[in-house]
């Protein structure tokens, strides 16, 4: 399937899976208070925070040894680096329940929740495997199939619990977690239809998966940081309530991100194939099509905050929240920047090069962590938006310079060819 038609299936579903949970922000904004809202976005952001440290940052190298192991050995690779969460799962639950008084009082969140905060991380595993193996395979359709239908479960199910039963923040945290419960046994019963799970155990797999993931827990937690410290620091100056605002607005902007990872679905094996061509024609093709995305990821701000102010906001939103509006353009600029930056890390995950990308992504959290102390302090919830955005931008600019060391591209092919 080619790159046009794969993206288009990819952002399709995208597009849909993004809307049908933004139809549930009428709900969420109308029957949660700002700071239950508030508690909400911390919550997720923890689970967040834990999933990379279950997996060892391995869930990252399954598209690069998909393309270079022979179909057996991948098999045994998969299954064998699948007994990681688990044992991670089981040290990380015995750490959360010796300290859980510790985290609920720094987290304001209930300690009955801090106990169950790995077994959320823990169900997402094989539901994102599953969609790794099908970008890889270049399936769109069923890929976009399995996240619909996931979306579809969650939103229903959150709607029961929220509105139907009256359990606030708490419903929707159960709704999260019994879609991925029930995503997590059909995710097993494919990756069986698809001859890819059985009982096997390879140590060299493991112990080379560590190797070459470990360094990325640094890269996934450092990200992780860096797109969601800024709730702990709004959280801790200005309050819960605060959090709620700056989560909503968050949300509406994440739409800015949605064709970004949909593309990049798409991209990720088209440019490895391509990659391993090595040719100037293919590279310069590449070229062109990054500089196109860079424009459309520059042009997406503009038009969301234009959507936000007449539609999302004035039709979606409830009155409560509406001076979350003022976090949108910024926050979405940011994403932008983001979008640029992943697609030029993607030269760094195909040579392996984790560590300096582990490095580059530790230094823009530290300086992101920095920023949002003096720009909340200075200019309140909206600093954080500041804090994003100039982050995201100075590290896509550096990190594009570098990736170019480690892997050479012409990105001045309109110059002459000998140049390269």
């Known amino acids: 399937m080619n790159l046009i038609k794969s993206t288009s299936i990819y952002t399709i579903s995208s597009v849909l899976n993004a809307v049908i949970p933004f139809l549930l922000l009428p709900i969420l904004t109308s029957y949660l208070t700002t700071e239950e809202y508030g508690v909400l976005s911390l919550f997720t952001v923890v689970v967040s925070f834990v999933f990379p440290i279950i997996t060892l940052g391995v869930m990252g190298l399954i ?3 998909f393309f270079k192991l022979e179909a ?8 064998s680096i699948l007994f990681i969460p688990v044992f991670m799962f089981l040290v990380i639950t015995v750490i959360a329940y010796f300290f859980t008084e510790t985290f609920s009082n720094l987290l304001n969140i209930n300690q009955k929740w801090i106990v169950l905060i790995p077994l959320f991380a823990l169900v ?4 994102t495997i599953v969609q790794n193996i099908l970008q890889i395979k270049e399936k769109p359709y069923f890929f976009a199939i399995l996240q619909i239908a996931r979306t579809l479960l969650n939103v229903s199910l959150s709607i029961y619990f929220v509105v139907y039963l009256n359990y606030n923040w708490e419903g929707r945290i159960v709704a999260i977690f019994l879609s991925f419960l029930v995503f997590t046994i059909i995710g097993l019963f494919i990756l069986y239809k698809l001859d890819l799970l059985r009982l096997s155990f390879n ?3 493991i112990r080379d998966a560590i190797k070459h993931g470990s360094p990325l827990i640094v890269h996934s937690l450092a990200a992780i940081i860096f797109a969601m410290s800024d709730r702990f620091f709004i959280s801790a100056m200005l309050g819960n309530s605060s959090v709620g605002l700056y989560a909503v607005g968050y949300q509406v902007s994440m739409i800015a991100s949605f064709f970004g990872t ?7 094996p088209y440019l490895f194939k391509n990659l391993k061509l090595n040719t100037f024609d293919t590279d310069v093709k590449i070229v062109k099509i990054s500089y196109l995305m860079f424009f459309i990821y520059l042009s997406i701000p503009f038009l969301l905050y234009v959507a936000s102010k007449y539609i999302i906001f004035e039709y979606f939103i409830d009155l409560k929240f509406h001076s979350a509006l003022q976090f949108v353009f910024i926050i979405a600029l940011g994403y932008s920047f983001l979008n640029m930056y ?4 993607n030269y760094l995950f195909y040579e392996k090069n984790t560590k300096l990308l582990s490095s580059f992504t530790l230094l823009s959290a530290l300086m992101n962590l920095a920023l949002n102390y003096v720009f909340i302090d200075k200019f309140g919830a909206v600093g954080a938006a500041y804090s994003t955005c100039i982050t995201l931008f100075i590290f896509f600019i550096a990190m594009f310079f570098v990736a170019n060391r480690i892997h050479s591209m012409p990105w001045l092919f309109f110059r002459r060819k000998e140049l390269y």
């Open 262 to 268: 949909s593309f990049n679905s798409a991209w990720v």
């Open 72 to 79: 057996n050995k991948f098999k045994e690779f998969l299954n």
């Open 63 to 65: 598209s690069i040894e």
């Open 342 to 345: 992943k697609m030029v890390t």
């Open 203 to 205: 140590s060299f797999y």
């Open 124 to 127: 997402q595993i094989i539901p």
